[in-house]
């Protein structure tokens, strides 16, 4: 899933849908909603609600819900997706604890480096202290 440069106004729009069904997915949205988002970030609806885990070993999928959910900010992996697409601060900083900047990147571009601040205060403070140099030293050499 490709997130770059996609706020929630602008996926709203896209999907013709509301600001509000997009700020306020639920883990058990109207298969009509999934299919508008689906097709604002050219995925397939199945692609949109098929879980982070499929495709790996249990070991793996083991791993993943143990790094993403283990103090049950989010019920679920869904709810965790849900809020990824949303951009909201905890869900960002739980995925680059869990995956790293360099993915999250791939994930959400440089935004992850030019919003740092807005939900550094989630990760934890060694990390936090590592990260804000990264961004430092990239904004000094022009790359963010």
């Known amino acids: 899933m490709n997130l770059r440069r996609v706020s ?45 885990l499929s495709g790996i070993s249990p070991e793996e999928q083991k791993r993943v819900i143990a790094l993403t959910l283990w103090d049950h900010l989010y019920p679920g992996l869904p709810d965790f997706i849900a809020a990824l697409v949303r951009q909201e601060r905890k869900a960002v900083a739980r995925y680059i604890q869990a995956f790293g900047i360099l993915n999250a990147e791939k994930v959400f571009g440089k ?29 000094e050499m022009h790359l963010i």
């Open 111 to 139: 935004w992850v480096y030019q919003k740092f601040d807005s939900y550094s205060g989630f990760l934890p403070p060694a990390l936090r202290k590592d990260l804000r140099q990264l961004c430092l030293t990239l904004q």
């Open 8 to 52: 929630p106004a602008e996926l709203a729009r896209r999907a013709g849908l509301s600001r509000q069904a997009i700020s306020k997915w639920n883990p058990n949205p109207r298969w009509q909603t999934i299919q508008k988002v689906a097709q604002a970030l050219k995925l397939a609806p199945e692609q949109l609600t098929r879980s982070l």
